[in-house]
């Protein structure tokens, strides 16, 4: 297992630089007020894909040598990192497979193809995912380019946080999403050594907690198939995710759907940026523990903005 360092990140910050965007940081003096801390959202919803993972999957691209580019890439995901895949591949010319599950949101669907992507897909469990994935990469010998188990993505996810302490004058925590902990682990890969003084805290759906009870039980726990409005943050951790996370990560606070819902509604009106539920759990998680964040100066990672308009999650509610 390749532990990616801080200079993979700064390598990965120079290949990317060309091909993705340096994201706005914005503040809301309503939601500071609410929090009793004072926030700064990174907007990675702004990324031309929608989401941070075009950070990650760009180095894993454009890190490729002519012979493996030739074949192409291929993953498996819930979404925006096949979106983002997909996108670096077009940037460069080559060709990028990606297994789906069949109940992944149609937004996400179109935008893969959008890109070029050829979807493949699989029941909604991490087991039925790894099949068709392993049929699909033996019949094209595509690089597999994990969604965050994979340390040219971590390098990449990584640095979002560097921009993020450039951009503010320093903080004393980052707040972002955990499903299977790329950005996480990118987050604790730049800061501890960046800004060591930074904690970096996760946050995750109460439904789809298996990261909150690895991180209390001491090794990792998987769920198959989870469910919850945060449709981002459904797959576990794995080991290279978990050496950061078990290392790096002060604490994991949870909030439940109908929290997130809530978030999400007092960000898109005070913010007044599209972002999908799983960008919204941090924010959750700090309306839940004010205590913990109070006088604060905390970073949130707005990790992505694509969620089907005409499938708002507070329209069934």
């Not at 580019?69 to 096949?82: D, E, I, Q, R």
């Not at 921009?163 to 004393?172: A, K, W």
């Not at 198939?225 to 794995?238: F, H, I, N, R």
Request: proline fraction near 5%; glycine fraction near 8%; charged fraction near 20%.
């Amino acid at each position: 297992m390749y532990i990616p360092t801080y200079e993979d990140m700064l390598a990965a910050h120079e290949r990317i630089q060309p091909h993705i965007r340096r994201t706005p940081v914005r503040t809301s003096a309503f939601l500071n007020e609410l929090t009793g801390a004072e926030l700064f959202f990174k907007c990675e919803n702004f990324q031309e894909p929608g989401a941070f993972k075009v950070r990650g999957a760009t180095n894993a691209v454009f890190g490729l040598d002519e012979e493996q580019a030739k074949k192409g890439v291929a993953t498996h995901s819930s979404g925006n990192h096949a979106s983002c895949l997909s996108y670096a591949a077009m940037l460069r010319g080559i060709p990028c497979n990606v297994v789906m599950p069949r109940t992944a949101p149609q937004a996400k669907k179109d935008t893969v193809r959008r890109y070029g992507g050829r979807i493949t897909e699989c029941e909604p469990s991490t087991s039925s995912r790894e099949e068709t994935f392993a049929k699909v990469q033996a019949e094209t010998g595509g690089d597999f380019v994990h969604p965050y188990n994979d340390h040219r993505v971590i390098a990449g996810q990584g640095t979002c946080a560097k921009e993020f302490v450039e951009q503010t004058d320093g903080l004393d925590m980052v707040v972002a999403p955990i499903g299977g902990g790329g950005m996480i682990s990118g987050t604790c890969l730049t800061l501890s050594n960046l800004a060591p003084e930074t904690q970096v805290i996760a946050a995750e759906p109460e439904q789809a907690d298996d990261a909150y009870r690895s991180f209390k039980a001491g090794y990792i726990i998987a769920d198959d198939a989870p469910t919850t409005v945060a449709d981002g943050l459904l797959v576990p951790l794995k080991d290279l995710t978990w050496h950061f996370v078990s290392n790096h990560v002060s604490e994991i606070y949870t909030a439940s759907d109908a929290e997130i819902i809530d978030a999400m509604k007092l960000i898109w009106k005070h913010l007044r940026i599209v972002m999908e539920p799983s960008s919204a759990v941090p924010l959750a998680t700090i309306l839940k523990n004010k205590d913990a964040f109070a006088a604060k100066r905390v970073g949130l990672i707005v990790t992505g903005g694509n969620v089907d308009l005409d499938k708002l999650p507070w329209m069934n509610s």
